[in-house]
DNA sequence: TATTGTTATACTCTATAACTATA
DNA sequence: TATAGTTATAGAGTATAACAATA
């Protein structure tokens, strides 16, 4: 049997600290006019070439539904292309412009930056561990997290 | 200037993270009759006595409209106590009772059993390290974290 | 007048259901 | 018939405004 962690929960320590990075994100985000949901996107497909919006949206955790709204600005700025794939053309291939790509690396650039601040609170060692351990824990299949394994 | 930190964004790692902790925590809760925020509210209880609801809300970042039916719920269930103030009638005096305090230890025993299934995807140094980071990120003051100071 | 707690209302976000077009 | 995308609608969660009691 485990000993008994005197700690708080886990889910107590980051659910708070996540919405307060959330908060921390929301004026640079708006001074780009950028919506939380529409950097996402930018970032996801700038790391990940995404064929089908459906899969973009399963792979951020949104509703299919939700993230039209998001596609059709992004597109109309000149973010992305949005293209009717020619050997299916029910499906829509989603790329990065090369001004949605550069945009997407000026955000997150002052993002990062302000969350370096942060990150000055902790010994190197504890940083470096942080993130590793953080990654770690991310790409843990979604099963193992929930216990339905 | 700060080199070009190559790694997600923290708050890219961390929202999700959070979001799959808190549906892991859902059937557990749920099998006690507890909602999240319920839950929140005895876990704050249970470690800082709290005087008024406002601040019982401002602390577990809730509106002071929205924990009401909590508190309703859990008096009428027996597991807290809200007394009026003898010395200001305006104000009610928050406590856990005993069965609540066990009921809180209950659940939070079987979340962190759960927690620590995850924590052991992590090598022992860094398990400590991320506890050890995640406490004194939590603990920086909001304006800290909001980068308004 | 200001504050605690409460209720009623409005708003935002999100998910569900129904539709179009392709396959 | 099944799937990608879309639109319209309904639902949950949250915040705002107005109120009663007390200071």
């Keep these: ?13 980051i659910v708070p600290l996540g919405r307060s990075l959330m908060a921390a994100e929301q004026p640079i985000l708006a001074a780009h006019g950028l919506t939380m949901w529409a950097y996402v996107v930018l970032s996801h497909l700038s790391a990940t070439p995404t064929r089908t919006q459906a899969a973009l949206a399963d792979a951020i955790g ?57 990150l000055a609170a902790l010994a190197p060692a504890d940083r470096r ?18 216990g339905t394994d």
Excluded at 1 to 13: F, I, S, Y
Excluded at 88 to 113: K, M, N, P, W, Y
């Design 1 to 13: 049997m485990a000993e008994p962690a005197n700690r708080p929960d886990l889910a107590a320590m």
């Design 129 to 146: 561990a942080l993130l590793r351990s953080l990654r770690t824990l991310a790409d843990l299949p979604r099963e193992r997290l929930a």
């Design 62 to 118: 949104a509703d299919r539904t939700r993230i039209i709204g998001v596609l059709d600005e992004l597109q109309q700025r000149g973010l992305i292309r949005r293209e009717p794939d020619p050997a299916d053309r029910r499906v829509r291939l989603l790329s990065l412009t090369a001004a949605g790509r550069h945009l997407r690396e000026t955000v997150s650039a002052a993002i990062q930056a302000n969350e370096e601040r942060l």
